[in-house]
């Protein structure tokens, strides 16, 4: 019992010098005069404004100036456009643009394409009553949904998303008091904290091989995977994706334009896909990102020579697809260059 003691207080003695040598607790933010900086995800839908209110309402979206980069040639007068929270303010963009065509498909966690995204949240259990409040339906099937840290749910238009509680990155005192003191109230259903701080966390990208997809935006990125590789099977992915007999592995890797613990594309395979997606500019759903470059010339040399595909350029902006036939939009910060940047 004495030497249990002795290390038990060692072990606190030493996290306790952690978290007074451990700066104050860590900001996400964006990384001022970034070269490349993730901007946006792009929507279509028949009903723009049902689906901003919807974003608004449950994670905290604001709104924000529309910017004809992200437009794919719309008026500007009918896109609306949402900043999502955090990061100082300056979290990235929702551009939600309307559409004609009906959604005649059921999207399912595991599409091919931008498959869902992702926030986290100090109240699992209070944002599932303001998802279903506002028109969203939880996908997820778990005896008991108010004891949970994760969940996957769908706005009003049918697109997925992921909700869980906050996870320590970076790894800090302050990231696991939060992490635990999330869990412990989720799962002992105890009051929330008297502030919930929503935060867009990533991009999710299922592919057919999530290598390749991996090393394709690695190389464009200029970075490598974070985390730990995941190899999801059993109950527990059933029961959050409301998939039977699945099995996904993939990683995550960081998103540019950010500090450490900022958003990321988490690139998953699964054992079995459905039979939708990647989405084209035209159709409804999530179809595209965009992210902002300070030299157009050379981000496209680079993505043509890792694989990608040019489509179109308008302006300052040039859309290619990715070696999975995702839609990316690249924009250059300086309009002043309206030369074909294909061109030699």
């Known amino acids: 019992m004495k030497k249990f003691l002795i290390v038990l207080f060692s072990v606190l003695f030493l996290i306790i010098i952690w978290w007074i040598l451990t700066p104050s607790p860590h900001e996400y933010k964006r990384i001022t005069n970034s070269d490349l900086s993730f901007e946006t995800v792009i929507f279509r839908s028949s009903d723009p404004k049902r689906l901003s209110n919807f974003y608004k309402n449950v994670f905290q979206a604001k709104e924000a100036e529309n910017d004809s980069s992200w437009s794919l040639s719309d008026p500007l007068s009918s896109i609306i456009t949402l900043r999502t929270p955090d990061y100082q303010g300056e979290g990235p963009l929702f551009t939600i643009l309307k559409t004609e065509k009906k959604n005649l498909d059921t999207f399912a966690a595991n599409d091919l394409g931008y498959a869902h995204i992702c926030f986290e949240t100090d109240n699992v259990p209070g944002l599932i009553q303001t998802i279903q409040n ?110 039977t007999e699945i099995e996904v592995k993939g990683r995550h890797l960081p998103l540019p334009g950010y500090e450490e613990g900022g958003p990321t594309f988490e690139i998953f395979s699964y054992n079995k896909f459905s039979k939708i997606g990647p989405l084209d500019k035209s159709d409804t759903g999530r179809i595209a990102v965009g992210f902002r470059v300070s030299d157009l010339r050379s981000s496209v040399k680079k993505i043509l020579e890792e694989g990608g595909v040019l489509l179109e350029e308008k302006d300052n902006t040039t859309i290619f697809k990715d070696p999975e036939g995702n839609l990316i939009l690249v924009s250059q910060k300086n309009l002043a260059s309206k030369k074909p940047i294909h061109e030699n």
Request: glycine share 8%; hydrophobic share 35%.
């Open 134 to 243: 506002n028109g969203g339906k939880i996908d997820s099937r778990f005896e008991d949904l108010q004891k949970v840290p994760a969940i996957y749910g769908r706005d009003p238009d049918g697109n997925i998303f992921e909700v869980h509680i906050p996870f320590p990155t970076p790894l800090s005192p302050s990231t696991i008091f939060r992490s635990l003191n999330s869990f412990v109230r989720t799962y002992f259903k105890l009051d929330p904290p008297a502030v919930d701080k929503i935060r867009f966390l990533h991009v999710n990208i299922n592919s057919k091989d999530w290598i390749r997809t991996l090393s394709f935006y690695g190389k464009i990125f200029e970075t490598n995977a974070t985390g730990f590789e995941r190899d999801y099977k059993g109950n527990f992915i059933e029961n959050l994706t409301g998939l």
